[in-house]
């Protein structure tokens, strides 16, 4: 029995990794594009692909199979297209994995960020902030308004301060400087998330759908501190664990030994 088995597992090693390759992939694939917007086509795409080769095939429909067959390549092409803003989602996060990413952020930097988004949490005004990391975002600073200059504090509740010409929309920070404000960024479409989620909310998962950017939203309604990242949305900091988060995702290992880390961080919400 035991000889059996060996002999099996000598033979079919392969293709049980091809499977078990197979597998892992689908099942990852599936939580990565679940909830998106062609999420509902896709299942849509594979419900009649599946139904009329079962019947071409039961019912020995010669000229259906073969308009099966022919179709694949266009339906390879159709996917890339439905799914072309979640693909490149996936393709930038790959690129700005550890191993690849070189930006970094000073930790004066994550001061300033910190003590201007907890002034303006505690007066409740409104603010979305995207710090650039290494996918360019200069599509949405061209949407704004031209800054270029060195960042305070002072200058980002100045912007963000009501009813001023540039409160409305988002502040850019490349390279420990505001490059830019009242910028337009992408709105996340994604089904599963809440629907009290405002547009600024939305706004910040967006722009970290189509980049690697971080982007940090203070509730105008609530005071709430948020930070998204990779699609992704964390909610309801404190002063230690925002500088702790921000200097984990800005910050190299090396400077990190400066920050408070003496609260413990809340859990990413990706369905808030």
Not at 38 to 50: D, E, H, N, R, S
Not at 58 to 67: F, K, Q, R
Not at 132 to 141: G, K, L
């Amino acid at each position: 029995m035991i000889n059996a088995i060996l002999e099996l597992l000598e033979n079919y090693w392969n293709a049980a990794i091809e499977i078990l390759i197979l597998a892992v992939a689908i099942y990852y694939g599936y939580l990565y594009f679940r909830g998106t917007r062609g999420a509902k086509v896709l299942t849509g795409l594979a419900i009649l692909f599946i139904t009329l080769t079962l019947v071409s095939q039961i019912l020995n429909l010669t000229v259906i199979s073969w308009l099966l067959r022919s179709l694949t390549a266009f339906l390879a092409i159709a996917l890339v297209v439905i799914f072309q803003p979640e693909l490149r989602r996936a393709l930038a996060e790959l690129g700005s994995s550890q191993f690849f990413s070189s930006a970094t952020q000073k930790k004066e930097t994550i001061d300033i960020l910190t003590e201007a988004v907890f002034e303006l949490a505690s007066r409740q005004i409104g603010a979305l902030l995207a710090i650039e990391r290494d996918t360019a975002i200069r599509t949405f600073a061209e949407s704004g308004v031209n800054i270029d200059c060195d960042m305070s504090q002072e200058l980002l509740i100045t912007i963000f301060f009501p009813k001023t010409p540039l409160h409305d929309g988002g502040v850019i920070i490349r390279n420990d400087r505001i490059i830019a404000a009242a910028c337009v960024f992408p709105v996340s479409q994604r089904e599963d998330l809440d629907r009290a989620l405002g547009l600024r909310h939305r706004a910040g998962l967006g722009v970290t759908e189509e980049s690697d950017a971080i982007a940090i939203v203070v509730s105008e309604e609530t005071g709430n501190i948020s930070i998204c990242y990779r699609g992704k949305i964390e909610r309801g900091f404190k002063p230690g664990q925002f500088e702790k988060r921000l200097s984990e995702l800005l910050l190299r290992e090396s400077d990190q030994s400066g920050t408070n880390a003496d609260d413990t961080l809340p859990e990413p919400d990706t369905t808030p």
